[in-house]
C-alpha cells in the first residue's frame, strides 16, 4: 500500500499545483482588460483601506458596501468569461490536501484510493470473471472438475481473506482451465478492493534477475511489488529458467515475507507437487505446500478441498 500512498500524495499535489496555476494564469488573462484591471486596482485599494479603518475599531459602512459592489462586479466580469482570480480545486471540501480539517482522510482520497487499487490490478489480470466462464467448451470430465473447482474457488474469492488457508496452488496440465481460475479470482478480489498482482513465473523470474544485478539504490523498489500486493498470483511456475542460487534465493525471500506478514500467494502450474520439491528444493517446496499457509490442488479429476495436500508439512 505504500506506494499507492505516495501515488495519491503526487497526484492530489498535482491537482493543488494545477488550480493555483490556472488561477495565475486567468488572472494574467483578465489583467490585459482595462475594465479589469480598473475594477481589480480599486477593489484592491479599497480591500486596503477598508480594512485598515476597520482595524482601527471605526468602521467605513459605505466604503465597505462600495467594496462589495466592487467585488460582486470583479466576479461577475470574471465569470461572464469564464475565468477565476482564486484557485478551483477538484475537490472543494479538502482543497486538494486529500484531509479534513479535523485530520481525517477526505472522501476525494479515499476514492483515489480505490480507483488506483482497481486500475493497478487490473492492469495485470487477464479478463476472466467466474460470471464469464467458459467452462462448457472443456470435455465433460474436465467440465465437472472445472466446475467444482470454480465453486470452490468462487466462495474463496468470496470470503477472503477470511479463508481456511491463504495461499493456492493449482497444479494441472496446459488447457486445464487453471489459469482462467487464477484470474477469476483475481478480479473477484480485485472488485472486493484487495490489491492484486497477477504476474507470469517468466516475468517473475526476470525481475528477480534483474535484481540480483541492480546497485543497491535500484534495488530496493524492485520487488517491492511482490511484497505490496494483497495477492500475488504467479502463472505457469514451472516453464521458467531457474538459477539456484540465485533466483530460488529471492523467491523463498518473497514467499516467507508474504507468508509472515499473512499475504496471500496463488500459484499455476503444470508440475505435481513431487516435481515441484525437485525443481524449488525442499525450502520453497515446504514454505508452499505448508498445511496453514497454502493449499494445493491438481485440477484433474481430484477430489477438491480446500485443506492442505496429504504432502503437505505440518511447519
Ligand atoms: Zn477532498
Same mark, same amino acid.
Given at each position: 500500500m505504500e506506494n499507492l500512498e505516495k501515488q495519491i500524495a503526487e497526484i492530489l499535489q498535482q491537482r493543488r499545483a494545477d488550480a493555483f496555476e490556472r488561477a495565475a494564469r486567468d488572472y494574467e488573462t483578465a489583467k490585459r482588460d482595462e475594465v479589469f484591471a480598473r475594477l481589480d486596482f480599486d477593489t484592491r485599494e479599497l480591500t486596503l483601506k477598508t480594512s485598515f479603518v476597520r482595524s482601527q475599531g471605526k468602521p467605513d459602512e459605505a466604503g465597505e458596501k462600495k467594496l462589495a459592489r466592487l467585488e460582486k462586479q470583479r466576479d461577475a466580469w470574471l465569470k461572464e468569461r469564464g475565468l477565476s482570480i482564486h484557485p478551483v480545486f477538484? $475537490? =472543494?471540501? $479538502?482543497k486538494d490536501t486529500?484531509?479534513?480539517?479535523?485530520g481525517t482522510r477526505c472522501e476525494c482520497a479515499k476514492k483515489l484510493l480505490d480507483e488506483l487499487i482497481k486500475t493497478r490490478s487490473r492492469g495485470t489480470l =487477464? =479478463?476472466?470473471?467466474f460470471e464469464q466462464n467458459?467452462?462448457?467448451?472443456?470435455d465433460c470430465r474436465q467440465r465437472e472438475t472445472l466446475n467444482k473447482a470454480y465453486a470452490l474457488y468462487k466462495k474463496f474469492a468470496e470470503d477472503f481473506p477470511d479463508t481456511p488457508v491463504k495461499s493456492l496452488i493449482i497444479s494441472g496440465e496446459v488447457g486445464s482451465g487453471k489459469t482462467c481460475l487464477m484470474a477469476a479470482v483475481g478480479n473477484a478480489l480485485a472488485d472486493r478492493g484487495f490489491t492484486v498482482l497477477f504476474t507470469t513465473a517468466f516475468m517473475f523470474n526476470k525481475k528477480l534477475l534483474e535484481y540480483h544485478v541492480s546497485d543497491l539504490q535500484t534495488k530496493a523498489n524492485i520487488l517491492d511489488e511482490f511484497l505490496d500486493a494483497d495477492m500475488l498470483m504467479i502463472d505457469d511456475l514451472g516453464t521458467e529458467q531457474i538459477y539456484k542460487n540465485v533466483t530460488l534465493e529471492y523467491m523463498y525471500d518473497i514467499f516467507d515475507s508474504r507468508f509472515a506478514q499473512g499475504k496471500s500467494v496463488m500459484i499455476t502450474t503444470n508440475l505435481e507437487s513431487d516435481e515441484i520439491s525437485d525443481r524449488y528444493g525442499e525450502r520453497i517446496f515446504s514454505r508452499l505446500f505448508n498445511k496453514r499457509y497454502c493449499s494445493y490442488k491438481r485440477l484433474m479429476g481430484d477430489d477438491l478441498r480446500l485443506a492442505g495436500s496429504k504432502k503437505a508439512t505440518d511447519d
Open positions: 477538484t $475537490c =472543494p471540501v $479538502c486529500g484531509f479534513n480539517e479535523d =487477464p =479478463p476472466f470473471t467458459d467452462i462448457d467448451s472443456f
